[in-house]
């Protein structure tokens, strides 16, 4: 079931007044972001939890970067509502990077109608490096840098087909309408305040696009990590021993909605 929690916000866009929300749920239905996964080379389209509204479409999901031989996966265990989940057990990692990657998609006019451009809009990208009960977000605007390494497109790019320069970025990316990538908490230049990217728990990651401040779309997931949140029957009382991780979950689902 798709869900949308209201963030009490609402904006002026085409000259009609609408909700701002965080979307949970499969992008577009599918859990396809549009027009394809343009990063890489044999990354598949599918699971992306997201939303497309205002013309805006923002996709994010988690996946297994490196299985029991190192390597990486088209596994995103997605529960179809925004959690993705994955086991040390299933894994082998190097010391310094998480067993999975986060990927986001970032499409500033799914309509391709009109000339809107990435640079036409800011975002905000948070990343919970705290897998504890609380949230400690490390939080930057992912396209209006001087460099970086995105697929940048437009809305036929093929998959594997995105344009990447590090060192030209700032003078590309406004051409295109399309950004994605694909990161690990273990990249230490992007996110130097994690202390362990193997540690067991719970991420939440917010990826929000705004227009002269007013939010147009926004979408989270959560990623547990060798952490398994037991679902208790409605019919049993409950109890207090057997609540603890329920409880870890819901507590940080809470903090999200107000």
Do not use: C
Not at 41 to 46: D, E, P, Q, V
Not at 120 to 138: A, E, I, K, N, R
């Amino acid at each position: 079931m798709l869900r949308s929690f209201t963030m009490g916000v609402t904006l002026l866009f085409a000259g009609t007044i609408v909700p701002a929300t965080v979307q949970a749920g499969p992008v577009n239905g599918t859990g396809l972001v549009t027009p394809e996964v343009i990063f890489g080379s044999g990354n598949a389209n599918g699971a992306f939890t997201g939303v497309n509204a205002n013309n805006v479409e923002l996709g994010l999901r988690g996946k297994l970067r490196y299985n029991n031989s190192g390597l990486p996966e088209n596994t995103f265990n997605y529960d179809g509502d925004r959690t993705y989940t994955f086991s040390p057990a299933s894994s082998n990692a190097p010391s310094n990077r998480s067993a999975f990657n986060f990927e986001w998609s970032i499409n500033s006019n799914v309509s391709g109608i009109g000339t809107r451009n990435l640079t036409d809009l800011t975002y905000l990208l948070q990343v919970d490096l705290d897998p504890g009960s609380g949230t400690s977000f490390q939080s930057f605007d992912p396209i209006n840098t001087l460099f970086a390494d995105h697929a940048l497109g437009n809305n036929s790019t093929a998959n594997g087909a995105g344009v990447s320069d590090l060192f030209l970025y700032s003078a590309i990316v406004g051409n295109y309408n399309v950004a994605q990538n694909s990161w690990n908490l273990g990249f230490s230049t992007l996110f130097p305040g994690i202390a362990d990217p193997q540690a067991e728990g719970l991420y939440t990651i917010n990826l929000s696009a705004a227009l002269n401040g007013d939010v147009l779309a926004s979408t989270s997931i959560d990623i547990v990590y060798g952490v398994t949140p037991v679902p208790v029957p409605a019919a049993l009382p409950l109890l207090a021993g057997g609540l603890g991780l329920l409880g870890f979950v819901a507590q940080r689902r809470r903090q999200r909605q107000h």
